[in-house]
T-cell receptor
Framework: GDSVTQMEGPVTLSEEAFLTINCTYTATGYPSLFWYVQYPGEGLQLLLKATKADDKGSNKGFEATYRKETTSFHLEKGSVQVSDSAVYFCALSENTGFQKLVFGTGTRLLVSP | KAGVTQTPRYLIKTRGQQVTLSCSPISGHRSVSWYQQTPGQGLQFLFEYFSETQRNKGNFPGRFSGRQFSNSRSEMNVSTLELGDSALYLC?????????????FGPGTRLLVL
C-alpha cells in the first residue's frame, strides 16, 4: 500500500539556519503531496502542496518540489525562525477523489534563538 | 469563512463507556474525514463521509463508527472504550471540487480513557 517516510527528529537548529526535512513516498498511482504543520496543542495546518511531478509548493518561506524520479518531496526553508518550531508531517493522497491522507511519522523541529 | 470546528475539545471517559465526537466542516464542504493521532501509531485514517454516505474506511475495529447529516456535519462514535483509544481525534473537511482537493483540519478532540 501507499506509504510516506520522513526523517527522524528532532531536528535542532539555530535561528536563521537552513532547514531540510526529507520525505519520500511509495504510491501505486500519481498522488498529490502535502506538508502539514502542527503546533503544540493544535490540529494540522496545511503548509504547502503539489499535485503533479515537478510542481513546487511554497508558503511562508517554505518550499518543496514534487520529484517523481526520486519519489521525494523534501521540505526546505532558507532561514528558520523560533516561531517555526513545530511538528511537520509529509502526506500523500491518491487522486481518486477519495479523501484519504497517508501521513509520515512527523518530524519535530526545534529552533533556538 | 469559519474553519472546521470540533466539540468537545477534551474528554475523559472510563473503559467500557462510549463516546460521541462532533465535527462541523467549513461552510460548503461536503466531505468529512476522521483521523486518529497517537504517539505510537501516528496519524491514521478512520473514515470519510460524503453526502451522508461512508465512502472509505480505514483499518479500525467496528467499535469505531460515524455518520454524516444532511448539513454535512459529522459525528464519530466509539463504543466499549479501551485504554488504547486515548488519542487526539482530528476531523478534516474538503470541498471535493477536484480530485486534488486539500483537506482542512479542525483543532481536534483529545480523548483520555481511564
Amino acid at each position: 500500500g501507499d506509504s510516506v517516510t520522513q526523517m527522524e527528529g528532532p531536528v535542532t537548529l539555530s535561528e536563521e539556519a537552513f532547514l531540510t526535512i526529507n520525505c519520500t513516498y511509495t504510491a501505486t498511482g500519481y498522488p498529490s503531496l502535502f506538508w502539514y504543520v502542527q503546533y503544540p496543542g493544535e490540529g494540522l495546518q496545511l503548509l504547502l502542496k503539489a499535485t503533479k511531478a515537478d510542481d513546487k509548493g511554497s508558503n511562508k518561506g517554505f518550499e518543496a518540489t514534487y520529484r517523481k524520479e526520486t519519489t521525494s518531496f523534501h521540505l526546505e526553508k532558507g532561514s528558520v525562525q523560533v516561531s517555526d518550531s513545530a511538528v511537520y508531517f509529509c502526506a500523500l493522497s491518491e487522486n481518486t477523489g477519495f479523501q484519504k491522507l497517508v501521513f509520515g511519522t512527523g518530524t519535530r523541529l526545534l529552533v533556538s534563538p | 469563512k469559519a474553519g472546521v470546528t470540533q466539540t468537545p475539545r477534551y474528554l475523559i471517559k472510563t473503559r467500557g463507556q462510549q463516546v460521541t465526537l462532533s465535527c462541523s466542516p467549513i461552510s460548503g464542504h461536503r466531505s468529512v474525514s476522521w483521523y486518529q493521532q497517537t504517539p505510537g501509531q501516528g496519524l491514521q485514517f478512520l473514515f470519510e463521509y460524503f453526502s451522508e454516505t461512508q465512502r472509505n474506511k480505514g483499518n479500525f475495529p467496528g467499535r469505531f463508527s460515524g455518520r454524516q447529516f444532511s448539513n454535512s456535519r459529522s459525528e464519530m462514535n466509539v463504543s466499549t472504550l479501551e485504554l488504547g483509544d486515548s488519542a487526539l481525534y482530528l476531523c478534516a473537511s474538503s470541498s471535493l471540487r477536484s480530485a486534488q482537493e486539500t483537506q482542512y483540519f479542525g483543532p481536534g478532540t483529545r480523548l483520555l480513557v481511564l
